[in-house]
């Protein structure tokens, strides 16, 4: 063999030795994640979700009249919270466990808790701090040095304005106090807008489409909440309940703000909606949104009651805390945010499926593909994620399951179940069960962010608990599973 023959030789081998590398390599890359399923949350929405609770603070005139919606002829003179603690707010709300608090900087009757330079129905007109005092300051300076987000309700309604009922001008007037608010005091979280108003009020169009797009352009990364969204939408009642069936998706064009006839599409969403529009759910820890001496914060067990019922219905709870005459938080509020707080740790702060071994009906890729039901037990509930197999459906009626077996001869004993969809790539799951030892105990429609179960049976005992999904948009893709006790929980059984 010449010299030259040898090196054709050698270079053909190596040329082989190449693609032969690079058909082992691509055999060994890892497969990709499924496609999403649209609509989509956007990056605002996804980090809402995740809070699960806030905390809503009325406060104004209306505290001091002992009314719930005030006349608009209130004289500012009667607001005078002496002992006002905006820090002893945000700390209730940081041992409340919640991450962002809502100040209603105007409600209905038109007075403004900072000093705006539109009107003198404001605390400029107050005797506290001899007209010099800005609630809404006080609340952001207390918030930020905390750590925790602020959000603002500006009522619609104005029932002490006298530009209210001519359209153009007072809409210029709401604009140039969005602009104060959202200008002055740094950045907002969550803004909320609400068609309510009473049945005798002045006619009045609001420029809604105005509205948010001047909230978008202040302040880009801001969550608007109505009836409508455009990011966050109402659940469509005051008792945060969410509906049994919950998707986060929703057309946009079936809403309108201030439509009671909506109020049931609303609580449920739409499987078929081309918008992410995730549902807020608001309720008063008291009967009243505006604090009264005569009243007491609910039970624990209604607090609870409530928190299953929309946390655990792939919405975020909204929980009304309102300040007293004195400008704290009562002491019976603050105490039984407490118990609630609690609770809830006691509740999920163990996973009885940490202890136990897990199967599914297959997984993306094959083993060692990341996609397997092992990531149901890690600490992601978003970007990790059990992916079965596609199959050979479209995913609507495929029999999916995964399955958790405990790795002691007892067993598990709990009455809480958990179960939290990837929903980055999308809502999909429309129907799911629940087995223990191969006996239904709980069933129920969508997941979403997060689906909690209360065994209505109470507590159960078993080695093996298969979690069956029946019908899905596409392959379900489930991020997280807990099983948990709640010792709170004492249902009647039959």
């Keep these: 063999m010449n010299k030259l023959s040898h090196s054709m030789h050698i270079l053909i081998c190596l040329l082989l030795l190449s693609l032969v590398q690079t058909a082992f390599s691509w055999r060994k890359s890892a497969p990709p994640p499924p496609l999403p399923i649209l609509p989509l949350p956007a990056y605002s929405q996804l980090k809402w979700q995740q809070r699960e609770f806030i905390m809503f603070l ?7 009249t002992d009314s719930e919606w005030g006349t608009g002829h209130e004289s500012p003179a009667v607001f005078n919270p002496a002992g006002l603690n ?57 918030a930020k040095s905390r750590g925790v987000d602020v959000g603002l309700y500006l009522s619609p309604w104005d029932r002490h304005d006298r530009r209210y009922g001519h359209n153009r001008a007072y809409n210029e007037y709401y604009l140039a106090q969005l602009q104060e608010l959202l200008k002055k005091y740094g ?25 948010f797009s001047m909230v978008k352009e202040l302040q880009s990364s801001i969550n608007i909440f109505s009836d409508a969204g455009p990011d966050v939408r109402w659940v469509g009642n005051e008792r945060g309940f969410a509906g049994k069936t919950s998707w986060s998706t ?11 006839s909506i109020v049931h599409y609303l609580a449920t969403g739409d499987p078929k909606g081309t918008d992410w529009l995730p549902a807020e759910c608001d309720v008063s820890i008291r009967d009243g949104w505006f604090w009264h001496k005569s009243q007491a914060p609910k039970k624990l067990s209604k607090l609870l009651n409530i928190y299953y019922n929309s946390v655990g219905r792939n919405c975020l709870l909204l929980l009304n805390v309102p300040p007293n005459t004195t400008g704290l ?6 105490q039984r945010l407490r118990e609630f707080r609690g609770a809830i740790t006691t509740i999920f702060s163990s996973n009885l499926a940490d202890k136990c071994s897990v199967k599914a009906s297959s997984q993306r ?19 990790t994620y059990w992916a079965p197999g596609d199959g050979d459906g479209d995913g609507e009626e495929k029999d999916y399951w995964i399955e958790f077996e405990a790795s002691n001869d007892e067993g598990l004993r709990f009455n809480v179940v958990r179960i939290q969809e990837a929903i980055g790539l999308g809502q999909r799951i429309r129907r799911h069960d629940i087995y223990v030892d191969g006996e239904w105990v709980a069933g129920g429609t969508t997941v979403g962010y997060k689906k ?43």
Excluded at 192 to 208: I, L, P, Q, V
Excluded at 329 to 334: K, L, R, W
């Design 250 to 260: 929703i057309n946009r064009t079936s809403l309108s703000i201030g439509n009671a």
């Design 365 to 383: 890729g094959g083993k060692r593909a990341g996609f397997g039901p092992e990531n149901t037990l890690d600490g992601d509930h978003l970007w």
């Design 329 to 334: 938080i009562s002491e019976s509020d603050v």
């Design 452 to 494: 909690l179960h209360r065994l209505e049976r109470g507590a159960v005992q078993g080695k093996r608990v298969r979690i069956r999904i029946t019908e899905s948009r596409g392959v379900p893709l489930v991020s997280s599973v807990g099983f948990h006790f709640d010792p709170f929980w004492h249902p009647k059984v039959k």
């Design 58 to 64: 009325h406060f104004g005139v209306n505290t001091f």
């Design 86 to 142: 905006a820090g002893q707010w945000v700390d209730t709300a940081v041992e409340a466990g919640a991450s962002l608090v809502i100040l209603t900087a105007k409600h209905h009757d038109g007075f403004c808790l900072w000093p705006s330079k539109y009107t003198d129905h404001s605390v400029a007109g107050s005797p506290w701090k001899n007209g010099h005092g800005d609630v809404v300051r006080e609340l952001v300076d207390a």
């Design 187 to 211: 950045n907002v979280r969550e803004i909320w807008f609400d068609g309510a108003k009473g049945t005798n009020a002045t006619n009045t169009s609001y420029y809604f489409s105005d509205w």
